[in-house]
């Protein structure tokens, strides 16, 4: 069963969500550092997450996953975290709609601020182990990290 049959069915765990190729949320993972300009609160909830307050950084993601029409939110599990489904039969907005996915299957650890003390640029950490620390802008500058 897939990961969007297994939402569709209400909740998606960590536990039986493998972690989503990223070429499967392309490519409304791309846009992710766009909107960071645009959206404040994407912006906060990065930061929220990068604080190690995963709690609000989940709840400002299902504040705007409602806002954007989307029919998934992220809930905290036993497991970890978990993909729930809503009534409303909406069809959701892919960048936020994604970065669920994400989250529910691997946790916050690939939503990241970079690294560079004067730089608040945030990135999707696609690596396999998901080491990197520096936005796109900085990782050619501070040895491909």
Request: glycine letters at 6%; hydrophobic letters at 40%.
């Amino acid at each position: 069963m897939s990961l969007a049959d297994q939402s569709k069915e209400g909740t998606v765990s960590r536990m039986c969500a493998a972690v989503p190729h990223f070429a499967a949320l392309e490519p409304a993972l791309s846009e992710f550092g766009k909107l960071m300009t645009r959206e404040p609160r994407l912006r906060a909830m990065v930061s929220a997450a990068a604080r190690g307050d995963l709690d609000e950084a989940c709840d400002i993601l299902n504040v705007m996953l409602e806002a954007a029409g989307a029919t998934v939110r992220v809930r905290r599990a036993p497991t970890g975290w978990a993909l729930t489904t809503t009534d409303v039969a909406v069809s959701p907005a892919e960048c936020v709609s994604s970065l669920a996915h994400l989250i529910a299957a691997d946790g916050w650890r690939r939503i990241k601020v970079c690294e560079k003390p004067s730089c608040t640029e945030a990135f999707i950490d696609r690596t396999n182990g998901g080491t990197r620390r520096f936005c796109d802008s900085h990782r050619r500058n501070m040895g491909r990290q």
